[in-house]
């Protein structure tokens, strides 16, 4: 089964900014979407950003203008570029993977935004 390897969180001052990626362990169908997710302690998992196959991108609000995602040409690794952080950043990032037949979780990856 594919495997989502996530990586690029870490510690940032307000301001500052991170790039996350995340890469499927194999090849995934042609259709599919990618998206990044975020989850702060003791708030529900919210969606931040998707991309599809056709490079179709959705923001949510909240990051709108300061997030960017891309996906590389083999469709295996996507990016989330975040500029301008602010402490309500702070949450673990999650990758996803959805096919028309399933969905793969990543592991998370760590993002705190402090001073």
């Known amino acids: 089964q594919v495997q989502l390897v996530e990586s690029g969180g870490g510690l940032v001052q307000p301001g500052g900014s991170l790039r996350l990626s995340c890469v499927a362990s194999?090849?995934?169908?042609?259709?599919?979407?990618m998206s990044w997710h975020r989850q702060a302690p003791g708030k529900q998992r919210e969606s931040v950003a998707s991309i599809t196959d056709g490079s179709v991108t959705t923001y949510s609000d909240s990051v709108k203008g300061r997030f960017t995602i891309s996906r590389d040409a083999d469709r295996k690794t996507i990016y989330l570029q975040m500029n301008s952080l602010k402490p309500e950043d702070t949450a673990i990032y999650y990758c996803?993977?959805?096919?028309?037949?399933?969905?793969?979780w990543g592991q998370g990856t760590q993002v705190t935004i402090s001073s």
């Open positions: 194999k090849n995934i169908p042609t259709i599919s979407v």
């Open positions: 996803k993977l959805n096919t028309n037949e399933y969905h793969v």
